[in-house]
């Protein structure tokens, strides 16, 4: 019985953990008064985009949006995408942050973005792939949804060329690395024609691993300490 009962405290242990984890890194948005800006943090989520909208319609003072996150659902990204769009507010991805994935595309839904810390863009992954599936299996697989995504992408004003080199050039475990949105600027469309959508754009940004861009905010953050 002492061991039975040992086990389930264990379990429950582990239990509250994982809850207490999930609810953290769970999308939300507030409102900050001092700065008037919305504030979006954590995962992509349908939490995330309900929570957006619902703040949007709370505080129509609002003057910015401010994001920051690891990525995470396409459909939550494709609701977020059009709510930013909509609203016409810049969008700010502060010193020291990463916006990545999902986030990374959902922030350039806005026609003026800030970057302070790092815009993450690559061709991302499905969830949920049978054990044993080879690498090629779920690049293939993340490319195929980029290509169902591109009227989502042509919607928010960007070349098809970018999305071309995002499927071409990254992965998984592979990234545009942007610190200034100027970096990609030139993949926005200036006009609606189809001539502007199918011209090819330069992206200035550097493709990393993971690991390099890991290195990158590790170097930055001690650059910081070494200042205080």
Known sequence: MGFLRNLIIAALVILTGFIAASAVNAGTTAYDAATNRIIMTGKTDNKLSWSLIETL????EAD???MYGSGGRMDAMVIIMGTIKQSGLPVYIPEGKICASACALAAVSSETVTVGGWLLFHTGHISGYPQGATLNEINSAGQRMVIAMLPHFVNIGF????FG???RYTGPNKW???TDIEQI???RVTDASAEELMRPCYIAAPIKTTEQVVADVRAWYKEQQSKS
């Open 57 to 60: 319609t709370a505080h129509p």
């Open 64 to 66: 910015g949006i401010v």
């Open 159 to 162: 070349k098809l060329d970018f």
């Open 165 to 167: 080199k995002l499927v």
């Open 176 to 178: 545009v690395v942007v």
């Open 185 to 187: 600027n030139e993949c």
